[in-house]
């Protein structure tokens, strides 16, 4: 043993002082990759994929707190009627920890991509997927780590919480930046879900984004809002459908976003669209209503048949009254006015029966589109900047209708079935255009169809956000017994938990200037 032992620190004595070049490369795993092997493209679509593919995160609050859906089950009490339910603290966190998850994949692509010419695209497309993101999650939550982020290698373990005024400074500032870095003669990016490395269109997407950053000021900073908003207009934004930002899902995995939300048999049985969702289609007659909805065919059976579809005639279309339940007590829907009644008989009654429905064949399948940002939203935002006295080329009612046609058209591609033409679209702009009369009744026609476009692509986060930064709709809270808002609708969601454990300092600062501290019903700062 003696023997051995020595013969091996001798060799090992050798080799280190004689074949130290080796060495590395002897004790390299050759079956995992490296910053010289490893291909960055690999993260973009990873980035595209976790932005939108929200899920129970999208739509437990906003979706129901927004009146877009309505459900009498108790999980979408945190929505629908602001109390606190089953994992509402994990809920109210979820976008928090997916806004991480993204950046570091993010932060990972670009520090990859940075000072590299043949990813030189793909680095300011990274730029421009974290300030989208880094948005969003400012846009939730209000002050959040942003410039000491993503800096655990630097030894930064603990960042700070960041101000959302200066967040929104840099986020404005990246986007011009790298949206103007973009170079159709470089390389494309590969992997990239949105436009297939298509520079031009990226370039759209960039300017959009700036354009939303912008009127996300409108109330707290009005100059500035107005300054980055003609900028936006001027460097190019979405001119067609065919600039959508959206990813196609594949059919080959679990679906995403809505749709595997949908697929739940509780879920599927017990979301509705919204009694406030469906008039407001029905009080214009708008031809999205039967692209959209559907009635359950009669009974329990038919209600849970995910294979089944119902019936689309927008006269029969209902929507379910948010602030409901089937408890038994004083808030079952049975025993509210206007309960239209069951569907079935005997043993197969379906209490939610002639209330209408997500249609199947648009939001209940593995391949469905999920929409990131939309031409109709960039039009409708135009025609608010026009209508605020802005200096961005067209007419405010020009861009008004630009938006709402785009809004019905593009719902082809959630599925062939929600196509609607574009001569029925334009016929339905031109008898619905913007009213005049005053600014707030420009700004209330168009935050409402904002609404109405979110809604139905099922980007209920963006429908949330841009409904506290507007007003529009004039939505009626609910007020059910036990609600933790005081009968409001959440205006922010809560950090998450984790943070008060993990970064106490930089939480306690954060929350120190949140006006009524970390709760549901306090205000980001531009949201006065």
Known sequence: ?????????????????????????????????????????????????????????????????????????????????????????????????????????????????????????????????????????????????YSEAFKVKEGIANPKYDTQQSIYTSILTELEQATAALDPAKPKPTGDLYYGGDIAKWKKLGYSLMLRAAMRLTKVDPATAKTWAEKAAAGGVFASNEDNAKVLTDPANASSGIYNVYQVADDFRELRWSKTFIDALKSTNDPRLSAIAEVPQAGLAANQNQTLVGDNTPAIQMGLPNGYDLSGGARDIRTSAGYPGATGTGNDVAPLGKYSRMRISVYLKRNGTLETFTYAQTELLLAEAKVRGWNVP???????????????????????????????????????????????????????????????????????INWRRSGYPALTPVNYPGNVTNATIPRRMIYLSTEVITNKASYTEAIGRLTGGDLLTSRVWWDK
């Open 394 to 464: 067209g007419t405010a009612a020009e861009h008004y209708a630009n938006g709402v046609t785009a809004a019905i058209t593009s719902l082809a591609q959630l599925d062939a079935t929600a196509a609607i033409t574009p001569a029925v679209a334009a016929a339905f702009a031109a008898a619905n255009p913007l009213t005049t009369t005053s600014t707030e009744a420009s700004l209330k026609d168009i935050n409402t169809q904002y609404w109405l476009a979110t809604g139905t692509y099922g980007d209920y986060v963006e429908t949330w």
């Open 1 to 145: 043993m003696k023997k051995t032992s020595l013969y091996i620190v001798t060799l090992v004595f050798l080799c280190v002082t004689a074949c130290t070049d080796k060495f590395d490369e002897i004790n390299t795993d050759p079956t995992r990759s490296s910053e010289s092997t490893w291909d960055p493209n690999f993260f973009l679509p990873n980035a595209q994929m976790t932005y939108i593919n929200l899920g129970y995160d999208g739509i437990l609050y906003q979706a129901t707190g927004m009146q877009v859906l309505a459900s009498t089950f108790t999980y979408y009490g945190n929505g629908d009627k602001y109390v606190n339910t089953q994992n509402s603290t994990s809920y109210q966190g979820s976008l928090f920890s997916r806004a991480y998850s993204i950046g570091t994949v993010l932060t990972e692509m670009i520090n990859l991509t940075k000072g590299k010419e043949q990813y030189a695209n793909l680095y300011n497309i990274g730029r421009i997927m974290q300030a989208m993101n880094m948005q969003r999650a400012t846009d939730v939550y209000g002050d959040i780590p």
